[in-house]
């Protein structure tokens, strides 16, 4: 727009708000709300009224006790004879509430209250036109609060507070082609439509360029106005952006205007945007994968437990996020594998839309210091596990650290590696201890122990490759890792973790400004996985490196 257009008055917005408008002024309107901050906050404030009346009508009303209404007006004697017969007046007055009941009631905003349900969520309509009132979710990974089981599946409610905990991860789409990621610990609300506002932690935006919405996401010090993008936002006191692909507007609470293309990173705060150095946060959460798209099938969902927590788990050879999980797929067979170490398990399941498929992973390879039964499906009890003399058992460990009981860990781990210096399961514990509390340089060095220690095997790989990542990611040494991934992928060229190798050789590369050898890399990889957990990822990688190669001609 080449000028600001005036803003409407009250009774037009609420015309076009209830769907009352005709098309024309409703799309000038609209364009008008697109661009207008103040008008927009009007919209959210009627949606929000609307959910507030939406909830309370759903809330049961209680009944008139019509003798103690016919005593109190009978109370006064004098004004006996002027009053009209109670058989009269309370009629009246039930219809007289029922009239302003419909009058004052918003257009467009339903009670959609499920009998015995305790809460109602409200209908509102979007800028777009769309009505709906939940958002499906794609996956659960961990503990979060927030959503519900509903007709629709499991789904996040509008304007509901979606709360994630420390290490888990919730993913939902609010529309075709439009996808919220949200890791914890964090707070987002989502206010309906393309909407969402991040009050702390982490969020992951992946909007198509071809799905015909805009999005916003809000923060205590910021506005993001996104079109065909992908990037992530993190909010710690400030707010920073860190674009992966397209470009978005960031403005701050004072006014100050700015678009960031990828791949720039800033930070707002204080009225103030300025460039920021990347941390990866971005890529970091666009890896924690997930189900399939609930908005392009009749999803069903499938809850998958292990018996201890942070295993990874892999569902149709695609990594999805660790235990305890529930996760979307589209009607069909699926294949779960979760993977711990040493220790590994997997399922066939059927799954059918609209249901929920529970299934308990029980992980088992017979260990030192420990005997378990052997590995089951649903229905199968816990391994029996017997401690060995020092309370070591690497479900013990792992449950601790789960629970973040990092100095029990690392006694038990040192008395472990005391008595047994080349014990592979103890080894790869400490590597894991020590990357959970920071200490990359620490952890690498167990992971290359265990890696001498173990030979060959799932132990070997999983060791190798936990090492290159470090290095890479946490200490900035590309080309150490890069030997690393190469040796890996030549000793295991179909082993449990070679997708994950391929694409991390691809993000070495890049940080080594290879590029050819990047594209190449790129081209294997999808010649190998044409499905893999990082497919669309390295599509995007590959079609960068090739536009920028031909414009450089």
């Excluded at 080894?427 to 200490?439: I, K, N, P, S």
Aim: glycine letters at 10%.
């Amino acid at each position: 727009m080449s000028r600001k257009t005036q803003c409407p008055d009250g009774a037009t917005l609420e015309s076009w708000f209830d769907g009352r408008a005709d098309p024309e002024k409703a799309r000038l309107i609209k364009s008008h709300v697109d661009a207008c901050s103040g008008c927009r906050h009007r919209v959210e404030w009627l949606e929000r009224i609307g959910s507030l009346l939406g909830r309370a009508a759903s809330l049961p009303v209680p009944p008139v006790d019509a003798e103690r209404v016919w005593r109190a007006v009978l109370s006064s004697r004098r004004e006996r004879e002027s009053l009209v017969s109670w058989r009269v007046m309370v009629p009246v007055a039930v219809a007289a509430a029922a009239l302003l009941f419909f009058l004052l009631w918003p257009a467009g905003t339903v009670s959609t209250g499920v009998e015995g349900s305790s809460r109602a969520p409200a209908v509102v309509t979007d800028r777009s036109g769309a009505r709906e009132q939940f958002a499906r979710v794609q996956f659960v990974s961990g503990e979060a609060q927030g959503t519900e089981w509903s007709d629709n599946g499991l789904v996040v409610p509008v304007n509901e507070v979606l709360v994630v905990e420390d290490g888990s991860a919730v993913a939902f789409w609010p529309a075709k082609g439009l996808r919220f990621l949200a890791a914890g610990p964090a707070r987002i609300v989502w206010t309906g439509g393309g909407r969402v506002r991040v009050e702390k932690g982490r969020l992951l935006v992946e909007l198509a360029p071809r799905a015909g919405i805009g999005a916003t996401v809000s923060t205590p010090s910021a506005e993001i106005e996104v079109t065909g993008t992908r990037f992530g936002v993190e909010v710690d006191g400030g707010t920073t952006v860190e674009m992966l692909e397209g470009t978005v507007s960031v403005r701050t609470n004072s006014g100050a205007l700015l678009k960031v293309p990828a791949p720039e990173c800033v930070r707002a705060g204080q009225g103030v945007i300025e460039k920021a150095d990347c941390t990866g946060m971005a890529a970091q959460l666009a890896g924690m994968g997930g189900g399939d798209d609930p908005t392009v099938c009749e999803a069903g969902w499938l809850r998958i437990e292990t018996e201890f927590e942070a295993t990874l788990v892999k569902l149709d050879g695609k990594v999805v996020g660790q235990s305890p999980l529930v996760v979307s797929h589209c009607p069909g067979t699926a294949r779960i594998q979760a993977l711990a170490g040493r220790l590994v398990a997997s399922a066939l399941v059927r799954v059918e839309a609209g249901r929920l498929e529970k299934r308990r992973l029980v992980l088992s390879l017979p260990e030192q210091g420990e005997r378990t039964e052997p590995s089951g499906v649903a229905g199968s009890h816990s391994p029996r596990v017997t401690p060995a003399e020092d309370g070591f058992t690497p479900s013990r460990i792992r449950h601790l650290l789960a629970r973040h009981m990092f100095d029990k860990a690392e006694r038990l781990i040192e008395r472990r590696l005391a008595s047994r210096p080349a014990d592979v399961e103890a080894l790869m514990l400490a590597g894991d201890l020590h990357r959970l509390t920071g200490r990359a340089k620490k952890a690498v060095e167990f992971y290359a122990r265990a890696e001498r220690a173990a030979g060959s095997g799932i132990e070997q790989e999983a060791a190798a490759y936990q090492r290159a990542v470090l290095l890479l990611r946490k200490l900035g040494d590309a080309r150490s890792a890069l030997k690393i991934l190469q040796g890996l992928r030549g000793r295991y060229p179909a082993g449990m973790l070679a997708d994950e190798t391929a694409w991390t050789i691809i993000e070495c590369r890049l940080k080594l400004k290879q590029y050819d050898a990047a594209v190449e890399d790129a081209r294997e990889y999808l010649e190998r996985f044409p499905e893999g957990a990082k497919t669309a990822e390295v599509k995007s990688v590959l079609e960068k490196l090739q536009g920028e190669s031909e414009g450089s001609r």
